[in-house]
């Protein structure tokens, strides 16, 4: 079993940065795809990033491509999305989800592990 614990989230003007961070424990050293979701409410979840266990392969959705940037340091089982020139259809919670046996190419899993979420506000 792996826990997934999203941090660095919060409020933020039109324009800004932020960090947030995917922490796993427990069976963190299986090699697993991870991938950052967003959900306004009323809105669909959007998967926004996703990056493979070596880290060589990534995948952005549209609405974020050039903005955002996916990484990963598997000595410390972390996955960062830095999100850069944000806007406010940006806020969401974010979640940062696992899966052990996604190949890139294939349609997206269901996926194995969630994390709790975490809100990213962007608002003057």
């Known amino acids: 079993q792996v826990r997934l614990i999203e941090s660095g989230g919060g409020l933020v003007q039109p324009g800004d940065s932020l960090r947030v961070t995917c922490s796993a424990s427990?069976?963190?050293?299986?090699?697993?795809?991870v991938g950052w979701h967003r959900q306004a409410p009323g809105k669909e979840r959007e998967l926004v990033a996703a990056i493979s266990w070596d880290a060589v392969t990534t995948y952005y959705s549209d609405s974020v491509k050039g903005r955002f940037t996916i990484s990963r340091d598997n000595a410390n089982n972390i996955v960062y999305l830095q999100m850069n020139s944000l806007n406010v259809d940006d806020s969401a919670t974010y979640y940062c989800a696992g899966d052990r046996f996604y190949q890139f190419g294939a349609p997206w899993p269901d996926w194995d592990y969630w994390g709790q979420g975490i809100q990213v506000t962007v608002s003057s």
């Open positions: 427990g069976r963190a050293k299986d090699n697993y795809v």
